[in-house]
């Protein structure tokens, strides 16, 4: 997907994934970007959670990468917070730090695409 039509469905409320290299055998990793709405509550929430200014003007992203133990997805069973491994948890205001925090983890925002087209599992 283009850099462009990825960004226009961020900024449409859509969330999109990636799958990406694990880091050790066994594990299957992705890397979710879920856009946040600071007028919802749970989003005001999870700003507030994170420390960042729900005024800004700019998009909010609430980046996710994990690894899922192989054998768990294999199975298609129902994974829950506790399944995920290596979680890391970032908020990231503007389309730039999103781009440069995806960067950070090995992705090309392009690589970005709707949850179902990268198996996403949660």
């Known amino acids: 997907m283009t850099k462009d039509a990825v960004l226009h469905l961020l900024h449409t409320n859509k ?11 066994g594990l299957l990793s992705w890397v979710g970007v879920y856009p946040i709405d600071a007028t919802w509550p749970d989003g005001a929430a999870l700003i507030r959670r994170f420390g ?3 005024r800004s ?3 909010i992203y ?5 690894d899922v133990d192989q054998e768990l997805v294999a199975a298609d ?3 829950s917070e506790e399944d995920l491994r290596n979680r890391q948890d970032t908020l990231v205001v503007g389309d730039d730090a999103l781009i440069s925090r995806l ?4 992705v090309y ?3 970005l695409d709707l949850p179902h087209k990268s198996d996403y599992p949660i």
């Not at 609430?62 to 994990?66: H, L, N, P, T």
């Not at 960067?103 to 090995?106: E, F, K, P, R, T």
Request: proline share 6%; aromatic share 10%.
């Open 103 to 106: 960067a950070q983890l090995g």
């Open 52 to 54: 960042v200014d729900a």
């Open 57 to 59: 003007k700019d998009h």
């Open 62 to 66: 609430y980046v996710r990468r994990f």
């Open 109 to 111: 925002i392009e690589e």
């Open 15 to 25: 969330p999109l994934a990636a799958a990406i290299r694990p880091e050790s055998v």
């Open 77 to 79: 069973v129902w994974l």
